[in-house]
């Protein structure tokens, strides 16, 4: 039985510049969690003139994509950090750039320095890359004049898998399960929804086998095939790991390298950094969904998604006791939270819920975030002058890339319960394109780092002494290409995988909501029994990175939940 309380008309924090919305007693639907994707929910609901309103936590919407005063007068892209995946359908609805949205390209975007022991005759001290073809050439020659030209081939080859998946990334999913267990009407829906599977068949055409190898393969074997320089092939290995408890070796790898690709299919064309951080994305995005009606609140944790007689949703309950009811609820928790800790007990069916206790959450991430009263000074590219801001420190700087054995290496001592010896690096400096994240003359640098294993190392748990202890390995390792580094640094925080899963709601402390391996992907996603957005119960849809097409700051699992719900 439904258990129906008094609501009080608590006042809460809105993103209503000016005012402060009541939380009302009933919407036409409610989002839990005001991450980004649950802000581009928001939006298109409120767009199509539904009462809607976002529960958010925390005391700031965003979710993983925010900016934080950490260090004062430091302001840090906390745990996302480079926006390239957004969708252009939800760039243009949104109108971001109305809204205050601003990026600055990253030109070039990748900067691979070497140890002095790797300087040898006749080859480069770094690798430095980005969107012209003709630098990149002259570039990877210093390593491997055939890589040179083999480059120039598999970015083609990439970049036609990743146009081929775009239209997959607009779209729902198919139910298999419908198109044979419905009537006419609901199979002719579901065969629809196999559209941009022929498109993306057409587009791949006869490199099909290719692009089967592609989202099957080891990264390590499709790069060990086109490519001979170990800079090189480690430097683009690294897209393949990223955010992921797998090495280049893991077959589906080379899925993960192309869906860090696709930003070039991104409604920015290339990675880029928003101005004043991430939280400058869903900043915006929460202006436009305020601006389209609907209410955003935040200090709001939601304790549970209530049902009724009929296992329908009928609204949710909130930490602080008020009942908000709904007919629709769009959660952007992970699915692991939406499923196992907001719902009652025993309200799924057993084989669905045993494929999300089943679900892949491992995070071989730890972020730190790094004030700086000075700029790195690389050994392999001096600066020309004093905190002179060279071309690469607007790159991912990647470190431990000279061979790609060093990934192999750290992800085996991760699995193994160690911090590796040399772990796998990238630091970005955003305060290099944009002055406002630091005072004048500092700077912020974002590490992100892996592999760590979640639990800490030898029984130790991730307390203040072992976060330190990483930290001064990471520093150190810095040191070693830019002798100084750790005696610029004012302050830093660590986030390793237990303080990404507290602060952020990310279970398992992973980035993506759950593995991005092809058996977590597209009909799978998060469960082969019920493809997302849509769930076994009725009202209650997934609009997080735990729903298709998953993770990174992309906005289309919110789209395609908000307009599914809207067809219910």
Not at 155 to 184: H, M, R, T, W
């Amino acid at each position: 039985m439904l258990l129906r309380k008094t609501i009080s008309n608590l006042r809460s924090v809105s993103y209503r510049q000016g005012s402060s919305a009541v939380l009302r007693k009933s919407y036409d639907a409610v989002v839990v969690g005001g991450g980004h994707n649950g802000l581009v929910a928001a939006f298109y609901l409120a767009k199509a003139g539904k009462k809607v309103c976002v529960l958010e936590r925390r005391h700031i919407v965003g979710g993983a994509a925010v900016t934080e005063e950490i260090v004062p007068g430091f302001k840090f892209s906390r745990a996302s950090y480079v926006l390239g995946l957004l969708r252009p359908k939800v760039y243009h609805d949104l109108d971001l750039k109305r809204h205050g949205l601003k990026v600055y390209p990253r030109d070039p975007s990748s900067y691979t320095p070497l140890r002095e022991n790797y300087w040898k005759n006749g080859t480069g001290r770094s690798l430095t890359l980005g969107p012209h073809e003709d630098q990149n050439f002259q570039q990877i020659s210093q390593f491997s004049e055939n890589d040179a030209k083999s480059m120039v081939s598999l970015e083609k080859q990439l970049n036609k898998c990743a146009e081929a998946i775009a239209p997959l990334l607009d779209n729902v999913p198919p139910d298999v399960g419908k198109l044979f267990e419905s009537d006419f009407l609901d199979k002719f829906k579901q065969v629809r929804k196999f559209a941009p599977l022929m498109q993306a068949a057409t587009t791949i055409g006869k490199d099909f086998p290719q692009f089967y190898e592609l989202m099957t393969a080891p990264a390590r074997k499709i790069l060990e095939r086109w490519l001979e320089s170990e800079p090189l092939k480690c430097t683009l290995a690294t897209d393949s790991v990223i955010g992921a408890m797998i090495s280049p070796s893991t077959p589906g790898s080379g899925y993960v390298l192309l869906h860090h690709v696709m930003a070039q299919n991104g409604a920015l064309g290339n990675w880029a950094y928003p101005e004043g951080g991430m939280g400058g994305v869903t900043q915006a995005m929460a202006r436009a969904a305020s601006e389209a009606g609907a209410d955003i609140f935040t200090n709001q944790p939601v304790k549970s998604i209530m049902l009724g007689s009929k296992d329908e949703v009928v609204g949710v309950e909130t930490e602080d006791g008020n009942i908000i009811f709904a007919k629709t609820i769009l959660s952007n928790a992970t699915a692991h939270v939406t499923f196992l800790e907001l719902l009652p007990s025993g309200s799924l069916p057993r084989d669905f819920e045993a494929s999300i206790k089943a679900l892949d959450y491992t995070s071989p991430v730890c972020k730190i975030n790094v004030a700086l009263k000075s700029l790195p000074n690389f050994r392999a590219n001096p600066n020309v002058g004093p905190n002179s801001i060279m071309p690469h420190h607007r790159c991912t700087i990647h470190l431990n890339c000279e061979d790609i054995e060093l990934l192999e290496e750290a992800y085996f001592q991760a699995l193994q319960g160690q911090i590796p010896d040399n772990p796998m690096i990238e630091l970005t400096i955003p305060s290099s394109c944009d002055p406002t994240l630091a005072p004048p003359g500092c700077h912020v640098a974002l590490f992100f780092t892996q592999y760590v294993p979640y639990s800490g190392v030898d029984g130790r748990p991730w307390d203040e002494d072992l976060k330190r202890e990483y930290a001064m390995k990471i520093f150190g390792i810095v040191d070693q290409y830019a002798p100084g580094f750790t005696d610029s640094i004012v302050g830093y925080e660590v986030l390793p995988p237990p303080d990404l899963e507290k602060i952020f709601g990310l279970t398992g402390g992973n980035i993506f909501h759950g593995a991005m391996s092809l058996n977590q992907l597209l009909i799978s996603r998060p469960s082969s029994l019920q493809p997302s957005p849509f769930t076994p119960i009725t009202g209650l849809l997934l609009c997080g990175s735990g729903a298709h097409p998953g993770g990174g700051v992309m906005g289309a699992p919110g789209r395609l939940a908000a307009l599914s719900a809207l067809t219910l």
